[in-house]
Structures are given as C-alpha cells and as structure tokens.
C-alpha cells in the first residue's frame, strides 16, 4: 500500500511535468510568433511587388541640385504625428536614352512650328539649333536637333496680340484638360504625356516682366499649364490571393509623377491665355525636352518613406523650394535661416526626377518627395518646403 507521502510525491511530479509541457507549448508559440514577426531581426517579410532584377546595373546617385539656406542654420528635422505611408519595396528605373537626329525629325519639327503659327522657313543656328521667328520678331521658337529640346519665347511688350485685351475661361481646369491636347497638336503626346498630370494656374505679367498668380480668372492674362509625365513605377508581383488583393491596405499598383529641378515645373511646360484655340495666337512660352525611354526597365529596392527622412536629416536630401507665409506661388525660393523642418506624413509622395539634358546620367530615379512647414530662427510665421531624396536601397543605407 502506499503512503500518503508517496501519493503526494506522485502529484507533484505529474504538475511538474505538465507545467513543464505548458511551458514548452507556450516558449514554442512565442518563439514561433517572434521568429515570424517584423521585431525578428533576421525576418525577411514577404513582398506583394516584382522582384528587383537590378536589369540596368549599377545606378549613380542622383545630383539633385539643391536650394541654399542661410549659413547659421541648424535646423532640426521632424514628422508630424501622422503615420508615413506606406509604398511599394521596389521600382521600375528607365534609362533616357541618348538624343538623337532620326531621318524625320526635322520634318516633324515644321510641323510643331507650324501648329504655332510659324511658316516652314528657319534659320540654322550653331550647334545644330534651328529657329523660326515671325514677321515681327516678338516670337521665336528654336528645337535642338541633336538634343531634342524646344524653347519658345514672346517678347510681350512687343508682340501684337499679346497686347490685345485677353478673355480667359473662369475654371481653371479648362486649362487642365486643354494641356494634354495642345501637347498632342503639337506632336508631344508620348505615352508618358498624354497619361500624365497637369497643373495650371492662372498668371498677371508686371512690368518687370515677371509672372505673379492672381486667384481669380479676371484679374489675369495669362495661364500656366505644367504637364508632369507619369510612368509606372510597381506593380503587385503575380499569384496574390484575392483576399490580400481586396484587402483595405492591400497592396497595388503605383504610378510615378515626373518632377524636374522646379517643382512647380513639369516636364512640359507653357504659357497660354483666351481659350486656347489658335496656338499661334495663344500660347506664348513654350520648354519640352522629346526624350525617349528604354522599353524595358530595370527593377530596384527602394528604401521606406522613414528612412528617406533619415537620409534627409544628415544631409543626403535635396531642398528644391523654400517659400515664407503668403510667399506668390512664381516666387523664387529664399535664402532664409530655418530653424525646423516639420514634414507632413500624408502628403509624403514617391515618383521620379528627371535630370537636364545636360546631365551625363540619364536616368529617371526613383525619388521621395517631402513637402511640410518651414519654421524660421527670426520667428516669421512659418513657411513651406519641398525635398526630393534618392529612393534607391544603396550599400551605404
């Protein structure tokens, strides 16, 4: 028979060994958990994006120039509380390719000045430029054959109709939808155009022969119409589920607005007024470069939103527009001493930055773009700022 102390023996060995199995059940559950979440430092979460396949090799930092500030700044650099959003791992990058004179380009570019209202005689300038010019001579349109770009000027001063009493439309967005059919008119509506974004804004000349944007249609003469080129940027890899697909935060697809040194400045840009009817009556300005694109690019890693504003915070970003409070939205940046930098989360966008065709990487880079408030030392109400940064995952990150 056994004694009671027997019994107890027995009872405490079998509750240590099923609080040894709880234990182990429980360590193997937490263990399981954290070895499948993002606090595992060796995680490699799952992406929903194309793989990178670094096709276009080895890609140089982008030389963005940048916008000065006052030398005694020491700015400080914060997030608003909003949460960063939340963009693809990898994206497309696509090489320019090298201008070129192609067997047609010239007469496709009488073509283009003849849409403006320029008759087909021109003159050969140096460095294989051409330029028209009308019977007066306010108006001059010169194409670089070897590099694809084009320039039209007014002198508006001189120029007949542009001292003609003007009669814009009301909305602004009339000017918006005529962007991208004036572009094709004028022999400009590649895809990257035509499926782009366009922003216009209504424009007084001074007598300084300056640009300021009035709000209204009335108290106006001109309009801008910057037309931003859009290309894809990623796409959600094959073989998702349709319940991760339709899912809230799901991933999809993204496209990438094209940006240049001016964020205000697309990547066509013009200067129109009436409606827009006659081109060779109405539209004044004229800056496109015609580049063209490798068919088939080359797929990076791209660093989080997060760590954009870190490269920012040492250094490695870009300023590209500085403005105070109620600054006109034509003014050139300032040279201010800026005590902080606030960026605001929601507006944290990723696209493109497209260099001058006078840049020897020719490339369109995968760029963030951080736009926020701009707080000054001398205590002036607080301004706006825009950064653009390099995207790319590099070895140095």
């Known amino acids: ?14 509750l240590l060994f ?31 994006y194309i793989d990178a396949n670094n096709a276009l090799g080895e890609i140089p930092v982008p030389q963005i120039p940048t916008q000065a500030i006052d030398d005694s700044s020491q700015p400080a650099f914060f997030v608003e509380t909003s949460q960063l959003p939340v963009y693809p791992d990898t994206a497309y990058v696509y090489r320019i390719e090298e201008p070129r004179e192609k067997l047609n380009t010239i007469e496709n570019a009488r073509k283009t000045a003849s849409a403006l209202g320029f008759s087909s005689a021109f003159s050969e300038l140096e460095g294989g430029k051409i330029e028209w010019k009308n019977q007066a001579a306010s108006r001059s349109l010169q194409f670089d054959r070897n590099l694809q770009t084009w320039r039209m000027r007014t002198q508006y001063f001189v120029d007949a109709e542009a001292a003609k009493a003007k009669e814009l439309q009301a909305d602004i967005k009339f000017y918006d939808n005529k962007g991208k059919s004036v572009a094709s008119g004028l022999g400009f509506g590649v895809a990257s155009i035509s499926q782009g974004e366009v922003v216009s804004k209504f424009a007084k000349l001074g007598v300084n022969g300056l640009f300021t944007s009035p709000l209204t249609s009335t108290s106006s003469d001109y309009v801008t119409v910057d037309v931003f080129r859009k290309f894809s940027l990623s796409r959600v890899r094959n073989g998702l589920s349709q319940q991760v697909l339709q899912s809230a935060r799901g991933p999809r697809d993204f496209e990438g607005k ?19 009817n006659d081109l060779g009556k109405d539209l004044y300005e004229l800056d496109f470069v015609n580049y063209e694109y490798s068919t088939t690019p080359g797929v990076y890693r791209v660093i989080s939103p997060a760590e954009a504003w870190e490269r920012i915070r040492v250094g490695r970003g870009a300023l590209m527009l500085l403005t105070t409070q109620g600054a006109d939205y034509f003014a050139p940046s300032e040279v201010l001493n800026v005590s902080r930098f606030v960026a605001n989360a929601p507006t944290v966008e990723i696209g493109y930055w497209e260099p001058p065709i006078t840049d020897a990487n020719r490339y369109l880079f995968p760029i963030y773009i951080f736009r926020g408030r701009a707080e000054f030392a001398d205590n002036r109400p607080a301004g706006e700022f825009t950064f653009f940064v390099d995207a790319l995952l590099r070895s140095d990150s």
């Open 18 to 48: 099923a609080a040894i199995i709880l234990l182990v059940v429980i360590g193997g559950d937490t263990l399981i958990r954290f070895l499948n979440s993002p606090l595992n430092p060796f995680f490699a979460q799952p992406s929903f």
């Open 1 to 14: 028979m056994n004694s009671l102390f027997d019994i107890s023996t027995r009872i405490r060995k079998i």
């Open 258 to 276: 094209v940006y240049t040194n001016d964020p205000r400045i697309g990547s066509l840009h013009m200067v129109v007024t009436n409606s827009v």
